[in-house]
């Protein structure tokens, strides 16, 4: 793997805050695009719109902490391989994070989320450990 994969990885981790919204905006008839987030505060009742909206901007609490550990990585001469797999590891999780948000199936989405957390965690520690 090459850092070419790691960074279609971070293409694929800011694309997906916007497959979740696209769930939460078809989840429910009556979508207000003139208000989006106040048709969404009235989605009370509705489960799977809001998780569809919580998995939504989760995605994006993720993506700049992910991105960030993939080019601090990268700029402190960490192996291209590894960066790649972990990005993939990352996104795989991530991915998993999302279904399993919208299936509400929270064990494993909280396994999940800590999955793709650890991958964050181990690309900002190996840019720091190789860069001092």
Aim: with cysteine.
């Amino acid at each position: 793997m090459s850092l070419a994969t790691a960074y279609w990885c971070v293409l694929i981790a800011a694309l997906l805050p916007y497959v979740w919204v696209g769930f939460a905006k078809t989840g429910a008839p009556g979508y207000n695009n003139r208000n989006p987030r106040a048709w969404l505060a009235k989605q009370e009742g509705n489960y799977r719109v809001q998780r569809a909206n919580a998995a939504h901007l989760n995605a994006f609490e993720a993506f700049a902490p992910f991105a960030a550990g993939v080019v601090l990585a990268q700029l402190a001469g960490v192996d291209p391989a590894r960066i790649a797999l972990l990005a993939v590891v990352f996104v795989v999780l991530r991915v998993a994070h999302g279904i399993l948000y919208l299936a509400d199936v929270q064990m494993l989405r909280s396994l999940a989320w800590t999955g793709g957390f650890g991958c964050v965690i181990a690309l900002l520690a190996m840019a720091a450990l190789n860069a001092a």
